[in-house]
């Protein structure tokens, strides 16, 4: 059986389920690079142009890893221009591909796709077919691991809008883990890239700590799509990348609504989309003054201990002074 | 209405006659200078582009001058650039001022006709088609004079002479009138630059630049790296244009498209997707100017542009498969001058030892 790797990077956090299924029902094996650490990110500076943020150098420490240890026939990376229409993904993102083909020499064979909502010759659907057909398997079965990999990603998308719960996805599966309901707290809302708060190295597992102090969290991906564009209406422009609409939306909305007591929005050194949506969102939340807000940059220097001491202080100021520090378990964790 | 707009470049002279045409009064912001970066730098987002920053303060001064309309091209995406208009009204509003945000956009929803009716203070179309012509024509001699300048500076006897001459003729392009007088003008303005003294023999290099279009086209932000160039000898040839980055902002650029269809067509083995901004023609450029046989390039991008890292990851490799060298300037509020002279000499310095000891004779640049 021959084994694909997949790099655990940027929109792998959204399209896993996606493309899990549509291989596994073609029957290939599928291999992840490891979870993100220190090595990894070591090897991806090490590769990668300086002025990439860190994101984009993770990747490059991902494919890196797939190629040097776990010995894989072929490597994904698809170029996913845009996953909505109207709308795009960060110009890096559109570039990944090419960037890691041009900066690392012997790569395995890679399966190209360009995923281009934008025009119906570039569509999901039509993009997976020709992979398909490319691997050398037959059009029914093509189109039958199109349709199982596409309710998988359905079924992922709205058991979270369901249950209201956040993603976790220890290796290989996403799963949902219930919330406490008993000693909830207050709700925080952790908005950034998926990238970035679900990678639990580069997040410093903000959301763990939360989770296990007893908040209640909320992330982009548990507001309902239509909700986010109808909250973003009254910016007289498009928001024309998708993730960072839906970051600017479920920011927008949530304060509108009132629904959580803190914001904490985690963006990397550099990122471009972020740089200007930080500015809006910070707009909104001093106009308003009810929701208290933190936003953390980290890059590849970001040291532990200063994160932890930002989160305690803005946990102290959520509770208006009462104590909310770590204990030494936790610090531990 | 007083209307204004952020320098860029020669921007400003098509710009005047536009209005001028239509009867809409224009300010012009205060010149580019070290009050409109740090103010533009303390009130921008810190991670946002240089760009930005300038345009910001040109706005401050402009407002301050007695502007009360600004007028801001948008567009649909990837590139940041789209989103300056609605972030920069939101930080000039938080500052109190009072004004008017008219956005000329490409994006499919808003109605570039009306919008451009709205800037020209809703003259009828018969005042605003000629005007826009105007505008073009005076656009296309500024460019005229400025690629002169670039051919001129590298042979010049006394230097600071094409300068001179460059800025007078700007000042005689802005004065001329009707189109009669602007021929009349181009015809001034080959003849002043003709008649600075020139070492004929000097052995010049070509180089080519290209980058990101804001820096590439208002010396300000770049440090007026051309003429660095220029001065040492070095004959400066821009891949990107003022006139086509317009036309391509309105949709009325079917040869721009053509020529960017064949960079992309260039860059495809490198780069096979547009990454916004101008990333593939940085790389296609890059391409081209190699086919060219020039001596060497210079890639021009501010600190934390999207596209830009995306095109410079790849340069490396490109430029390593023609063997054409490559100088790399990231600029942001920071850019010491001193440095970049100092790069920029050991760069013409690399340059003039690779002619040296190269084999392969050179093909014809100067076209």
Known sequence: ?333 | MRITSPHMGILEIPLRAFFRRVNVDFVTPPKNSKRTLSLGVRYAPEFACLPLKITLGNFIEALETGADTIAMAGASGPCRFGLYGIVQAKILEKLGYKFKLILVNQDENTDIKTKIKELAGNASWLKIIPAVFWMYAKLRACEFAEELSFKTRAYELNPGDTTKAFKEALSLIEKAESYSELRETRKKIRALFDSIPKDKNREVLYVGTFGEIYLMLEPFANHFIEEKLGDHGVVVTRAVTLSGWLKELVHLDWFGNFARWRLRRVAKPYLSCEVGGEGIVSVGSAITFARLGYDGVVHISPFTCMPEIVAKSILTKVCKDYDLPLLDLTFDEHTGEAGLITRIEAFVDLLRRRRKYRLKPRNSAYT
């Open chain 1, 1 to 333: 059986m021959s084994k694909i790797g997949i790099p655990q990077c940027l929109l792998f956090y959204r399209f896993f389920p996606f493309w899990k299924t549509f291989f596994s029902e073609l029957g290939y094996e599928i291999v992840l690079s490891s979870q993100t650490n220190k090595s990894i990110l070591e090897l991806g500076v090490k590769h990668c142009v300086d002025d990439a943020c860190l994101p984009v150098k993770l990747g490059f420490g991902h494919v890196l890893d797939l190629c040097e240890n776990k010995n894989v026939d072929y490597l994904f990376l698809p170029r996913i221009i845009s996953i909505e229409k109207r709308s795009y993904t960060c110009p890096k993102i559109m570039g990944f591909p090419d960037m890691i083909k041009c900066n690392i020499n012997n790569l395995p064979t890679s399966l190209d796709i360009t995923v281009d909502m934008r025009k119906p010759k570039y569509s999901l659907h039509s993009a997976f077919f020709e992979l398909g057909k490319q691997l050398g398997k037959s059009s029914t079965q093509v189109k039958k691991a199109i349709k199982q990999a596409t309710l998988a990603q359905q079924a992922f998308q709205s058991s979270a809008l369901q249950k209201k719960n956040i993603i976790f996805h220890p290796h290989l599966n996403f799963y949902f883990e219930p919330q406490k309901e008993a000693n909830k707290k207050k709700k925080i809302g952790v908005l950034g890239h998926p990238y970035l708060i679900y990678d639990k190295f580069v997040s410093f597992r903000i959301i763990d700590r939360l989770v296990n102090l007893g908040y209640s969290v909320v992330t982009p991906e548990l507001i309902p799509e239509d909700q986010l564009e109808e909250s973003v209406k009254d910016i007289p422009h498009h928001i024309f990348w998708h993730e960072g609409e839906s970051i600017l939306g479920t920011a927008y909305y949530l304060l509108d609504t009132l629904q959580v007591n803190g914001l904490i929005l985690i963006i990397s050194f550099e990122c471009g989309e972020d740089a200007l949506l930080r500015e809006l969102l910070e707009h909104k939340t001093q106009k308003e003054g009810k929701v208290a807000y933190m936003s953390l940059v980290v890059d590849e220097h970001t040291g532990e201990a200063g994160v932890l001491t930002r989160l305690e202080a803005f946990l102290d100021t959520l509770n208006h002074g009462k104590k909310a520090l770590f204990t030494i378990e936790e610090k531990q964790l």
